[in-house]
Nanobody
Framework: QVQLVESGGGLVQAGGSLRLSCAAS????????MRWYRQAPGKQRELVAS???????NYAASVKGRFTISRDNAKNTVSLQMNSLKPEDTAMYYC???????????WGQGTQVTVSS
């Protein structure tokens, strides 16, 4: 089993920045690629960014150039630096990863990001 715990959400004005962090504990060796998702009220959950164990990254078009995902494999953490935030970035943000042995998907509890205009 793997536990994912996010932190770093909050309220920020448009144009501001926030940094989210996600710490993996338990059998962290069972996860490789890590992802950040977000879900706004009344909308489907969407993939925001992903990073492989080797550091390759991918971003949703809506955040490319503004968000940066990174990871520290030694500490089993993944971060999401969010710059130039917009009101439409308001959502609950979730850290997620798939177990490479069981293919179970692990989710964190989420951290709220609210961007005021």
């Amino acid at each position: 089993q793997v536990q994912l715990v996010e932190s770093g959400g909050g309220l920020v004005q448009a144009g501001g920045s926030l940094r989210l962090s996600c710490a993996a504990s338990g059998s962290a060796f069972r996860i490789k690629n890590m992802r950040w998702y977000r879900q706004a009220p009344g909308k489907q959950r969407e993939l925001v960014a992903s990073i492989t164990s080797g550091g390759s990254t991918n971003y949703a078009a809506s955040v490319k150039g503004r968000f940066t995902i990174s990871r520290d494999n030694a500490k089993n953490t993944v971060s999401l630096q969010m710059n130039s935030l917009k009101p439409e970035d308001t959502a609950m943000y979730y850290c997620a990863a798939r177990d490479i042995i069981t293919f179970q998907y692990y989710w964190g509890q989420g951290t709220q990001v609210t961007v005021s205009s």
